[in-house]
């Protein structure tokens, strides 16, 4: 063992004995649903913490916190436990569990040899990469999980973190998901609602122009979208230019020419406006705040004429929401892998 390091008997017998003896009630079991391995940096790592336990009352899981610095000159291993215990059904007591490994030098560039007996068998394992971190490809962490997640919003070049991830996605394994796609569901849903009804389904494959307003860490979010609905729709990229205010994408239709700007003039919201043009109609998804929250207004025109327009509460964009909801998902995300591939495809064009 190196600085305090613990070998694994230890470490299930310790955090054994915590759920036993825990000062806050009666012993707990151990409810752990999931594994979750995350791999983050010194830097990085309290705010990562926060989000994992804040997550565990909802879902428990046996998190591996793996704080990494492969650079440290001198190997070093050190081992922290803690539970997170809580009431569950009936009258008792339930606990998750967090392993926090601090490894430095040499032991960093072997972290699946760390992480992988440490995890509970027969339970879905999710590997988080945080702050727009990939993974060496060739790590042995990636054998270890049945989902890597990723968020591609931090990242200097959204452009290349979208690429290499797409990279990711066509090694079939494991499954991969993005925080930025997740943030994405509502104004998917919002969108695909603007064409529910039979009078307007039709309008869809009349689309000719896409106009998406989003604060410059939201560009993933953006190109995302644009290529869930070019891949939704059989749009096939021909020309793409960066603009003074974004970019530029042009895309030949079944109906014709689709042009999509993107522009990142939004100074907080992500995403702050989606406006599709169809014809003589227009449907727009705005997000806006009222008091406490984030709503959506949607609305669709044709001229001057209002013909329809509602207003929902937006859920809570925060990566501990975000996370939660990729943790209920283990397996392939299929119009995520579609959305991403297009993207990066009209990237290339």
Same mark, same amino acid.
């Given at each position: ?5 613990? /070998? ?12 036993? =003896? /825990? $000062? ?36 428990? /899981? ?18 922290? #436990?803690? =539970? ?24 960093? $560039?072997?972290? +699946? ?20 971190? #990939? ?23 959204? +452009? ?28 998917? %849903? ?5 064409? =529910? ?25 953006? #190109?995302? #979208? ?5 891949? %939704? ?21 079944? /109906?014709? =020419? ?11 919201? %992500?995403? !702050? ?22 709503? %959506? &207004? ?6 001057? *004429? ?8 937006? &859920? ?8 939660? *909801? ?22 290339? !064009?």
């Amino acid at each position: 063992m190196i600085g305090d390091a613990m /070998s694994v008997e230890e470490i299930e017998r310790e955090l054994a004995r915590r759920r036993r =003896t /825990s $000062e806050d009630g009666p012993p707990g079991a151990r409810a752990c649903v999931v594994n979750v391995i995350v791999v983050t940096s010194e830097e990085c790592a309290p705010d990562v913490a926060r989000v994992v336990s804040d997550l565990s009352g909802h879902h428990p /899981s046996r998190t591996i916190l793996m704080v990494s610095d492969p650079d440290e000159g001198e190997a070093n291993l050190e081992v922290s #436990l803690s =539970t997170f215990c809580g009431i569950g059904r009936g009258e008792g007591r339930v606990c998750a569990e967090q392993i926090t490994i601090h490894a430095e030098g040499p032991p960093a $560039e072997h972290l +699946e040899s760390l992480a992988g007996p440490l995890l509970i068998p027969d339970l879905p394992t999710f590997l988080w990469y945080p702050n727009a971190t #990939l993974p060496d490809p060739s790590t042995g962490m990636l054998s270890l999980t049945d989902r890597l997640i990723l968020d591609s919003g931090p990242a200097e070049d959204h +452009e290349a973190f979208l690429r290499a991830a797409s990279n990711l996605c066509r090694t079939g394994l494991p499954a991969v998901a993005d925080l930025q796609w997740t943030a994405l569901s509502p104004w998917r %849903a919002l969108v695909a609602d603007l064409f =529910t009804p039979p009078q307007r389904a039709g309008e869809l494959a009349e689309i000719m122009q896409m106009e998406v307003q989003h604060a410059p860490a939201g560009e993933s979010q953006a #190109l995302l #979208l644009a290529g869930w609905l070019a891949s %939704a729709l059989e749009w096939r990229p021909e020309q793409t230019s960066r603009t003074e205010s974004g970019r530029k994408l042009s895309l030949s239709a079944p /109906s014709g =020419t689709v042009t999509v700007d993107l522009s990142h003039d939004s100074p907080e919201a %992500a995403l !702050s406006q989606v406006r599709l043009r169809s014809g003589e109609f227009a449907f727009e998804v705005r997000a806006s705040r009222r008091e406490e929250y984030v709503c %959506a &207004c949607t609305t669709v025109t044709r001229g001057e *004429e209002v013909l329809g327009e509602r207003t929902v509460h937006l &859920c809570s964009s925060s990566v501990g929401a975000l996370l939660g *909801e990729e943790l209920c998902l283990p397996g392939r995300d299929l119009a995520y892998e579609a959305a991403l591939h297009k993207t990066v495809e009209i990237l290339g !064009s």
